[in-house]
């Protein structure tokens, strides 16, 4: 890949694994189950993935990687704040202490709010401080914010200083470099973890017929050759704004279809031809609303 050696586009990547022993839905397959995630978790060690990105949606994810995760080489996991039913700010301080009891750990990466318009809420201050003090504890390393395009990034990053921000940007979606929003928060010193990089597979199904764009996108990447799963992972591991670059998997097959896309070399595209005139939130926005 142009611009990184292997070794760097592995070490870029984080493996998203918030659907690891979730049941089939109507919507979904079921995740994978132990002895899958087991094999993911020693394929990832073995490629250099250092990252894990969990879910507050999914407390067996969490049980399934603290029993299959190698404490060697360790893993760097991120961890997301989750709302409870009731109990306010304490319940969800006291949920983060329960994560990290289930992956086993005394000491995770990060720990991030999500979603970001809890800090806005009356107790949203509350909540940062405590999430804090649970850093000052040692509990976690860097304390950050899950956020989207709509929850003005800039403004959050001004007032909470985050550690880490996780932003959706991808090839379909590039709204948060156009307006400058990546460069500035770099600039802040903020480190930017990037996801839905393939926007929950809108680039490799059939195209909407009220998304005519992608289906232009798609024609654009097949002329020159180019797989639209690497095209997007080069897209994302490109960005020099971006420290991690975060990839739900599903499967030990998933996992190595990815890490062999990030791994090929960069297609030779015309990234700005390939541009889209409307963002993909407009034509497809149930998808985005949950990316």
Do not use: Y
Not at 174 to 200: K, P, W, Y
């Amino acid at each position: 890949m142009r611009g990184l050696r292997v070794s760097a586009v592995t070490d870029k990547l984080g493996m998203g694994a918030g659907r690891f022993g979730a049941p089939a839905t109507a919507d979904s397959r079921a995740g994978p189950n132990p002895a899958e995630a087991f094999a993911m978790a020693a394929l990832a060690a073995e490629a250099g993935v250092r990252l894990i990105d969990t879910s507050p949606d999914n407390a067996e994810a969490e049980r399934v990687l603290g029993q299959v995760a190698p404490r060697e080489p360790a893993f760097d996991f991120v961890i997301k704040t989750a709302i409870p039913d009731e109990g306010g700010v304490d319940a969800m301080l006291r949920r983060a202490r329960t994560s990290l009891r289930r992956l086993k750990l005394e000491r995770a990466r990060a720990i991030l709010v999500r979603p970001a318009s809890i800090l806005l809420d009356a107790e949203g201050a509350r909540l940062w401080t405590g999430l804090r003090k649970l850093q000052d504890q040692g509990l976690f390393e860097t304390v950050g914010i899950c956020a989207c395009a709509c929850d003005d990034p800039i403004g959050l990053a001004r007032r909470f200083k985050p550690d880490v921000m996780q932003l959706p940007v991808s090839l379909l979606d590039r709204r948060m470099i156009d307006n400058g929003v990546l460069t500035e928060l770099a600039a802040m010193d903020v480190e930017l973890h990037l996801r839905s990089t393939f926007l929950r597979g809108l680039l490799f199904e059939p195209a909407p017929v009220e998304a005519p764009q992608i289906s232009r996108l798609r024609r654009l990447l097949a002329e020159a050759g180019a797989d639209p799963m690497q095209a997007a992972l080069a897209f994302a591991l490109g960005r020099p704004e971006a420290s991690k670059v975060i990839i739900g998997m599903g499967s030990p097959l998933e996992l190595r279809a990815v890490l062999a896309a990030a791994k090929a070399p960069t297609p030779a595209l015309d990234w700005e031809a390939l541009h889209l005139d409307a963002h993909p939130c407009r034509m497809t926005a149930q998808r985005c609303r949950a990316a």
